[in-house]
């Protein structure tokens, strides 16, 4: 059976899809955004299977305004996507991390790649986006990853942002709140599916911190988690309605912020591949269409925020 037959066959008994309009009728935004808010959507390569002009092509034609990608270590890599971008017109924003369970040796290799990612690209990145420390450092040890995006922020005037990502040092929302409440330069990217799945909750129960971590949000990923996954299989069936309402409401407070502030919001789609993506058994098939997803929370965002 081919890719389109199992997708029709496998959704056929799971109810309609729900529509982007429909979404937005049955979680109207609390105030109107409309014509005041500077937003710019982002595509992921995460999962792609062709080149990075073969990528780019494929993001500017659906309407996005960039990409996210990690830092390309080697100058051949780095030319091939500044190459890509400048041909198609759009935005770059970098992630920078490091792997390594040393804690030394982790922020070594995290330094070196933010002072790349900010100064050694021949177009300046709209933001870079981190993977910072791990979850089983101490305060002290990932405070330092902390410290150095601070100065190098300063210096360039390009945000960097820490992401609430499982494995990492924003990994919970009580563990993010003590380093919002000592370090008033953090800023965050906001990929709050993680915490629903660390906490397997929809975070009800945290509503304070929650609400203090927002504040301090300068990126979205905009990935649906839930209580027992950081991704609901297709956010627009209806029974994720409870988990797409939680997060749009969390994301309608970080768009209220940035309409105040008069600061660019800017968003990834990152809905990812298989295995984040859920499978049939022994097929290995997904059980939705990962591309098509990521371009629907696009179209979602902006007529939410911007129509």
């Given at each position: 059976?081919?890719?389109?037959?199992?997708?029709?066959?496998s959704?056929?008994g799971?109810?309609?899809l729900?529509g982007?309009?429909?979404?937005?009728?049955?979680n109207?935004a609390p105030?109107?955004?409309?014509?005041?808010?500077s937003?710019?959507?982002?595509?992921?390569?995460w999962?792609f299977?062709?080149?990075t002009?073969?990528?780019?092509?494929?993001?500017?034609k659906?309407?996005?305004d960039?990409?996210?990608?990690?830092?390309p270590?080697s100058?051949?890599?780095q030319?091939e996507?500044?190459?890509?971008?400048n041909?198609?017109?759009?935005e770059?924003g970098?992630?920078?991390?490091s792997q390594?369970d040393?804690?030394?040796?982790?922020?070594?290799?995290f330094?070196?790649?933010?002072?790349?990612a900010s100064?050694q690209?021949?177009?300046?990145?709209?933001y870079?986006?981190?993977h910072?420390g791990?979850d089983?450092f101490?305060?002290e040890?990932?405070?330092?990853?902390?410290d150095?995006?601070?100065?190098?922020?300063?210096?360039?005037s390009?945000?960097?942002?820490h992401?609430?990502?499982?494995?990492?040092?924003?990994f919970?929302?009580?563990?993010?709140?003590?380093?919002?409440?000592?370090?008033?330069d953090l800023?965050?990217?906001l990929?709050i599916s993680?915490?629903c799945?660390?906490?397997?909750?929809?975070?009800?129960?945290?509503e304070?911190?929650v609400?203090?971590?927002?504040?301090?949000?300068?990126?979205?990923?905009t990935?649906?988690g839930h209580?027992?996954g950081?991704?609901v299989?297709?956010?627009r069936?209806?029974?994720w309605?409870?988990?797409?309402k939680?997060?749009?409401?969390?994301?309608?407070?970080?768009?209220?912020?940035?309409?105040?502030?008069g600061e660019?919001?800017?968003?990834?789609?990152?809905?990812?591949p298989?295995?984040y993506?859920?499978?049939?058994p022994?097929?290995n098939?997904p059980?939705?269409?990962?591309?098509?997803?990521n371009?629907?929370?696009?179209?979602?965002?902006?007529e939410?925020?911007?129509?």
């Amino acid at each position: 059976m081919n890719r389109r037959n199992f997708m029709s066959t496998s959704l056929a008994g799971a109810g309609a899809l729900v529509g982007i309009d429909a979404v937005a009728r049955e979680n109207a935004a609390p105030f109107q955004f409309a014509n005041k808010l500077s937003l710019k959507v982002f595509g992921t390569n995460w999962g792609f299977k062709g080149t990075t002009e073969e990528f780019c092509a494929a993001i500017k034609k659906e309407g996005y305004d960039g990409t996210e990608m990690w830092w390309p270590g080697s100058k051949e890599r780095q030319a091939e996507l500044l190459t890509a971008l400048n041909k198609y017109d759009l935005e770059i924003g970098f992630l920078c991390g490091s792997q390594d369970d040393n804690p030394v040796k982790s922020l070594e290799a995290f330094k070196n790649q933010i002072n790349a990612a900010s100064s050694q690209f021949g177009k300046k990145p709209l933001y870079i986006n981190c993977h910072s420390g791990r979850d089983f450092f101490t305060y002290e040890q990932n405070k330092a990853f902390i410290d150095h995006t601070t100065a190098v922020s300063k210096q360039t005037s390009i945000p960097i942002y820490h992401e609430t990502h499982r494995g990492r040092m924003l990994f919970a929302a009580h563990i993010t709140r003590n380093f919002i409440e000592k370090n008033p330069d953090l800023k965050l990217t906001l990929d709050i599916s993680h915490w629903c799945n660390v906490h397997e909750s929809l975070l009800a129960n945290q509503e304070e911190t929650v609400q203090l971590a927002l504040t301090r949000v300068g990126h979205i990923h905009t990935r649906i988690g839930h209580e027992e996954g950081p991704q609901v299989n297709d956010p627009r069936a209806p029974e994720w309605a409870a988990a797409v309402k939680a997060h749009l409401a969390w994301w309608d407070k970080v768009v209220e912020y940035k309409v105040k502030s008069g600061e660019v919001l800017t968003v990834l789609t990152e809905f990812g591949p298989p295995h984040y993506l859920p499978t049939v058994p022994y097929t290995n098939q997904p059980l939705a269409d990962q591309w098509a997803i990521n371009v629907y929370m696009m179209k979602l965002f902006r007529e939410r925020y911007l129509a």
